[in-house]
């Protein structure tokens, strides 16, 4: 599914996260648009933070949808060197979590990763 910051912002001051790992990137590449869940809205209109396993089945989320990339991620190793609208979706991910992104995964073996920050370093 899509990535769900709903979620992710609870768990991160719950837990007390201080940064996250995005991983998979590369598997957006090609994309027309990405979305990211940002609210559950309920059968009655309204907006909530499902608080249990069982309020995912009431509830319907609620998707912003961004522009998606054409472009390989695959093996990028620099932030800057990503497509402009996978930089934006990245942002957008630590705005609506409240949380920076440390770590991005842009393919499946071990060093096509973009480290940002440290995770030990933090």
């Given at each position: 599914?899509?990535?769900?910051?709903?979620?992710?912002?609870?768990?991160?001051?719950?837990?007390?996260?201080?940064?996250?790992?995005?991983?998979?990137?590369?598997?957006?590449?090609?994309?027309?648009?990405?979305?990211?869940?940002?609210?559950?809205?309920?059968?009655?209109?309204?907006?909530?933070?499902?608080?249990?396993?069982?309020d995912y089945e009431q509830l319907q989320p609620v998707y912003e949808t961004l522009p998606g990339w054409s472009e390989s991620t695959v093996?990028?190793?620099?932030?800057?060197?990503?497509?402009?609208?996978?930089?934006?979706?990245?942002?957008?991910?630590?705005?609506?979590?409240?949380?920076?992104?440390?770590?991005?995964?842009?393919?499946?073996?071990r060093v096509e990763t973009i480290v940002l920050r440290h995770p030990f370093?933090?």
């Amino acid at each position: 599914g899509w990535f769900d910051a709903v979620a992710v912002r609870q768990a991160a001051r719950v837990n007390s996260i201080s940064g996250l790992c995005l991983t998979k990137l590369d598997v957006l590449d090609g994309l027309e648009q990405v979305n990211i869940c940002t609210a559950y809205q309920s059968c009655d209109g309204g907006t909530l933070a499902p608080l249990s396993a069982d309020d995912y089945e009431q509830l319907q989320p609620v998707y912003e949808t961004l522009p998606g990339w054409s472009e390989s991620t695959v093996g990028i190793k620099r932030v800057e060197d990503l497509p402009a609208n996978a930089r934006a979706y990245i942002v957008r991910i630590e705005e609506l979590t409240g949380v920076p992104i440390d770590i991005i995964s842009t393919g499946p073996d071990r060093v096509e990763t973009i480290v940002l920050r440290h995770p030990f370093e933090a």
